[in-house]
């Protein structure tokens, strides 16, 4: 089966819509698709619904960030309850952190005085913001290099107290909370942890481990297959489409490991399932 397991919207800092994502997907012959917005659950319902009208199974599905935040530790939720009362209690403490974060940023930016070229008071509307969010206003509008986008936002946040942090989660937390809302966690590009030590003690831990990834340079995959069976986990599949300053989406061309598929498909819903209630 083909799938795309990490995906993301305009909700966290993707480029498309999430009905967008869904058609990207549907038309480079994905099968089943999971819409895994950074910690929020916000665009799911209209991913959910295109991907249905097009006919592709759905895994409800979000990408937790872990702390230190720099350490990129992401753990992909897949098939998880979006009402479960620990998962939003979670995802609630790291939204107030990206908020903080946006904030510090956003208030440098007003400093140059491009409040209202890029409609900056927005953002205090929003159930959902990040740096990311931002990021796309100040290419879009060619202000800032990108190098130079991401330099500012590391400034601005720099100034922040460590305790701002404090609320973001373990990895053992983020786990923890995916199986307590009956999903299952899986390491997401694993290979762009800096310390990569850091990143195998979430490891005994696991479902599965993200392989197959755009994020993993060709030499990496080899490294995280062999990882992978060392602890006896399955392989995912996810682009990790943001939509980047309209970059086309590549669908992936590695079918999902069936270990992997025999867990998920439980939690796959699929349209002609939800139409016969």
Do not use: C
């Not at 872990?66 to 979670?90: A, E, K």
């Not at 053992?172 to 966690?185: F, K, S, T, V």
């Not at 479902?207 to 990496?220: I, S």
């Amino acid at each position: 089966m083909l799938a795309d397991l990490h995906m993301h919207s305009t909700v966290s800092d993707g480029w498309k819509d999430p009905d967008e994502v869904a058609h990207l997907a549907a038309d480079g012959g994905v099968q089943v698709m999971a819409l895994s917005d950074h910690d929020s659950f916000y665009g799911v319902l209209r991913a959910r619904r295109t991907a249905h009208g097009r006919g592709l199974g759905y895994v409800t599905a979000i990408e937790i960030t872990t702390y230190p935040p720099l350490q990129f530790r992401h753990i992909l939720g897949h098939g998880v309850d979006m009402q479960n009362p620990v998962l939003r209690s979670l995802i609630g403490r790291n939204q107030a952190v990206l908020r903080r974060q946006t904030e510090a940023w956003i208030a440098v930016l007003r400093e140059r005085g491009w409040s209202r070229t890029l409609g900056l008071d927005a953002f205090a509307h929003k159930p959902m913001v990040m740096p990311g969010a931002v990021l796309k206003l100040v290419l879009q509008h060619g202000l800032m290099s990108e190098k130079d986008a991401w330099s500012s936002v590391r400034e601005a946040v720099d100034f922040l107290p460590t305790e701002v942090y404090t609320p973001m989660p373990s990895p053992q937390e983020a786990i923890e909370a995916i199986h307590a809302a009956g999903g299952l966690a899986v390491h997401a590009h694993p290979g762009t942890v800096p310390d990569q030590e850091l990143m195998k003690e979430s490891l005994p831990l696991l479902d599965a481990l993200e392989v197959y990834t755009r994020r993993h340079r060709p030499e990496q995959i080899s490294v995280y297959e062999e990882l992978a069976r060392r602890h006896g986990l399955p392989t995912t599949v996810g682009t990790d489409f943001h939509g980047f300053k309209d970059e086309a989406y590549e669908a992936p061309r590695i079918s999902l490991d069936p270990r992997y598929l025999d867990r998920l498909r439980p939690r796959i819903e699929w349209p002609a399932l939800e139409a016969t209630g």
